[in-house]
């Protein structure tokens, strides 16, 4: 079983519809992230949990909204997102959102194209 | 905000090679320095971790150092192998988030 698992691998969907993305930490961290990775640029921090609570949001529009049930789990909700939304979306988890000595897990992202 | 730059942006070497990647950024003030591998359609693997009292880490082939003072970080790779060819991030935290770079991608030739 991987650390930090993420569902689905690809997404295609259309600019109006609703889907979600899925991630699972098995390391027993207290803290998850959303990442968004696109072409020719930096890997961009979207939301940090810590402890099922939102500790930061940098500035997302609210076509993206993160869900995150319990510690393990954390959603991303997609909801009227443009084509400039294609990326790859990348789910992490730590043991703390912060201290300077942990390692940050990622998953193998999900591929999301909006077309 | 934490401006992380890495230096080459692409680098090919043959097989054996000993090469070093370079990172700088712009806040001292980082918690710590983390150096990444990603593979072409894939998750980050995470290699390195320095931090910010530290000033290096090894792990096998690699030993990642780390000055605040000036801002830098390098990679080092020992006796480069094909399958070392991948995107190599840092990423200086600060806070709660991690601040990447571009990446460097690394063709190692046979």
């Known amino acids: 079983e991987t650390g930090v698992t993420q569902t689905p691998r690809h997404l295609v969907m259309g600019m109006t519809n609703k889907k979600s993305l899925k991630c699972e930490q098995h390391?027993?961290?207290?803290?998850m992230y959303w990442y968004k990775q696109s072409a020719k640029k930096p890997l961009e921090l979207m939301f940090v949990?810590?402890?099922?609570?939102?500790?930061e949001n940098n500035s997302v529009p609210s076509r993206f909204s993160p869900e995150c049930p319990n510690s393990s789990h954390l959603f991303l909700h997609l909801h009227t997102l443009q084509p400039e939304d294609s990326a790859l979306y990348l789910c992490?988890?730590?043991?703390?959102?912060?201290?300077?000595?942990?390692?940050?897990?990622f998953g193998e992202g999900s591929w999301l194209t909006v077309v | 905000k934490q401006e992380v730059t890495q230096i080459p942006a692409a680098l090919s070497v043959p097989e054996g090679e000993n090469l070093v990647l370079n990172c700088s950024f712009t806040?001292?003030?980082?918690?710590?320095l983390q150096w990444f591998r990603q593979d072409p359609g894939k998750g980050l693997t995470s290699l390195l971790l320095?931090?910010?009292?530290?000033r290096e880490q090894t792990s096998g082939r690699l030993n990642a150092s780390l000055d605040k003072s000036s801002g830098r970080s390098t990679l080092y790779i020992a006796a480069s192998q094909p399958g070392d060819s991948a995107t190599y991030l840092c990423?200086?935290?600060?806070?709660?988030?991690?601040?990447f770079g571009k990446g460097t991608s690394l063709l190692v030739t046979p």
């Open positions: 390391l027993g961290h207290n803290a």
């Open positions: 992490a988890s730590s043991q703390d959102p912060g201290g300077s000595g942990n390692t940050i897990y």
């Open positions: 806040d001292s003030a980082i918690y710590n």
């Open positions: 990423a200086g935290r600060s806070g709660y988030a991690l601040n």
């Open positions: 949990y810590s402890l099922e609570e939102r500790v």
């Open positions: 320095i931090q910010s009292s530290q």
